[in-house]
C-alpha cells in the first residue's frame, strides 16, 4: 500500500486542523493505520491508531480529547482531526499502514507516507 499525507499548514494555538491519508492498493481494510510525528530534534512519536473496521481508537496521552483519528475503507483514507491544538504540537505528521490493528509501535507499521508538516503558532 501507499499512503499520502496531506493537510497540514500554519494555524495558531488553539486552532484546528484535519490531515488526511489517502492510499492506494485493494487492500487497505486489512490494515490498521497509524498517525505519528516527529518534531525538530525529537524521536518519531505514536500520535494515534484505528483499528482495520475503525472500532477501536487508541490516543497518545498528550493528544486525548484534543484530537480524533477516523477513517473510510470505501475511500481508503485515514483522518487525523486536531482541535485545541497548541505549539507542542508542530511536528511533521506520518500516517502509517500496518497489520497489527491498533498499535503505539512504530515498528508495527511497513509502510509510511511522506508526512506533512503541521506549525502551531503561540
Known amino acids: 500500500v501507499q499512503l499520502q499525507a496531506s493537510g497540514g499548514g500554519l494555524v495558531q494555538a488553539g486552532g484546528s486542523l484535519s490531515l488526511s491519508c489517502a492510499a492506494s492498493g485493494r487492500t487497505f481494510s486489512s490494515y490498521g493505520m497509524g498517525w505519528f510525528r516527529q518534531a525538530p530534534g525529537k524521536e518519531r512519536e505514536f500520535v494515534a491508531a484505528i483499528s482495520q473496521s475503525g472500532a477501536t481508537a487508541a490516543y497518545a496521552d498528550s493528544v486525548k480529547g484534543r484530537f480524533t483519528i477516523s477513517r473510510d475503507n470505501a475511500k481508503k483514507t485515514v483522518s487525523l482531526q486536531m482541535n485545541s491544538l497548541k505549539p507542542e504540537d508542530t511536528a511533521v505528521y506520518y500516517c502509517?499502514?500496518?497489520?497489527?490493528?491498533?498499535?503505539?509501535?512504530?515498528?508495527?507499521?511497513?509502510?509510511w507516507g511522506q508526512g506533512t508538516l503541521v506549525t502551531v503558532s503561540s
Open positions: 502509517a499502514a500496518g497489520y497489527l490493528g491498533v498499535s503505539i509501535l512504530l515498528s508495527q507499521y511497513g509502510h
